[in-house]
Every structure is written in C-alpha cells, then in structure tokens.
C-alpha cells in the first residue's frame, strides 16, 4: 500500500505535482500542495490505489524541493 503527504514547509508552489498528478494534490489558498484524495486533508492516512501509482511516483521524482512524502505505511500527520 502507498500514502502520501506534502511538506509544505519546503514547497515552493511551483505547481508541477498537481498538473501530473491531478487526482492527488491540489493547492491551497497560498499556491502550496496538499493531498485532496479522497478528503485525506493532507495527513497521509489515505491509501492511495494502485492505479495512481504511476501518477505518484512521477509527481515525487518531479517535485523539485522533494517536498512529496511516500510511504507504504499511514503517516499519521
Ligand atoms: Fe510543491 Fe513540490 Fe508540488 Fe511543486 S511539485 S507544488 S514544490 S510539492
């Protein structure tokens, strides 16, 4: 299983992980990445489905402050 969260002390809202990764991340009001997947409310207890595994993936190697968090266990933020 997968999880994710965003740093958002280290994103620069550059706006790349919600272009490629549209169903996991969003932006707040302050341009900064969240995960929106299903409510998760960026807390990383979501469990992201393997469909999106591409998408994820791509969205952290594309990050480029490294600011995408995956795990294979919940984060518990
Ligand atoms: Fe922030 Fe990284 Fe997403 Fe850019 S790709 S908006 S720096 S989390």
Do not use: M, R
Not at 41 to 62: R, S, V, W
Request: glycine residues 8%.
């Amino acid at each position: 299983s997968k999880f994710t969260w965003v740093e958002k002390d280290t994103c620069i809202a550059c706006g790349a992980c919600g272009a490629t990764a549209p169903d996991i991340y969003d932006y707040d009001d302050e341009g900064l990445a969240e995960v929106i997947y299903l409510s998760d409310g960026n807390k990383g207890n979501t469990e992201i489905p393997e469909d999106l595994y591409d998408d994820l993936q791509d969205a952290a190697d594309g990050c480029p402050t490294d600011s995408i968090k995956i795990a294979d266990v919940a984060f518990n933020n």
